[in-house]
């Protein structure tokens, strides 16, 4: 996936991210039907099934809000998503002709319910797809659709999330490692208390319960992570309820985790 005129190493480094959890979705998912060929048309999903989208096997369509190209989709990529996110008013198009294969939302969706693991990829996708659209939008259309998520890159030691700083982000872990610490238990400032693992999302559960950040999340590597504004992940959230259960799962397993950690701090420390 990429735009049609020059795009930025961000861009390009999003779309590689968009193509990584493509890949690992659709790894163990059986095509819904057969793949076909579309010839050019200046709208691809006239007449198809509602509630599908498309993997692109072969060919090079397009995204156009009215008349203009906003982005091209290569083989690899996921066709037809962009109205499940809330881009409406585009439409999929193509000079040459296509080849798609198949698949359902529901398949998606039931698929990123089995585990916390899987609703995981299955809501970084969902992330990097809206990032993706939205700086397309406001790169070639409308500069209202400005993104404001982006890459952020840390060094070893340097601190991704502060306690106690307010909640304006959620973060998702593309490279590295990182750890969580927590300050202020007697005895026991600056504890480790948990890890960060690749592709998990982290500084949710502040964002939703809009409280300052319960802990401090350090890079323990060169670590990058893709930024996303509380704003925009809770409306991705609202377009897409199911999204939580994998979420709330992690969360819950995280403050079982911490809590277990503030106990046996207090209880081992002196009074």
Known sequence: ??????????????????????????ASLTPAAAPFTLSNSHDLLTGQ??????????????????AKVVLRLEPGDLLGVSGAMGFEGGQYGAEEPVTLEPYTLAQLLDWAALSPNQGQIWTRY??????????????????????SAGFMHFSAGETIIQQGAEADRVYTLLEGKAEVRYNGVKGG???????????EIFGALAVFTRQPRMASVIATSDCTVL???KGEF?????????????LI??????????????TALQHGSPT
Do not use: W
């Open 1 to 26: 996936m990429h735009l049609p005129h020059r795009q930025s190493e961000l861009m390009t480094d999003l779309g590689l991210q968009l193509r990584d959890s493509t890949t690992r979705l659709l």
């Open 49 to 66: 099934p509602e509630g599908q989208v498309y993997l692109v096997t072969k060919g090079q369509p397009y995204y156009r809000q009215g």
């Open 126 to 147: 969902l992330v990097c797809m809206a990032s993706f659209y939205r700086a397309a939008l406001a790169q070639e259309i409308r500069a209202e659709f400005q993104p």
């Open 189 to 199: 400032d600056g504890v480790k208390v948990g890890d960060v693992r690749a592709d």
């Open 227 to 229: 930024a996303v504004p």
């Open 234 to 246: 809770i409306d991705l959230v609202e377009l897409h309820p199911q999204t939580c259960i994998g």
């Open 249 to 262: 799962e992690e969360m819950a397993s995280k403050i079982n985790e911490l809590n277990a950690q503030l």
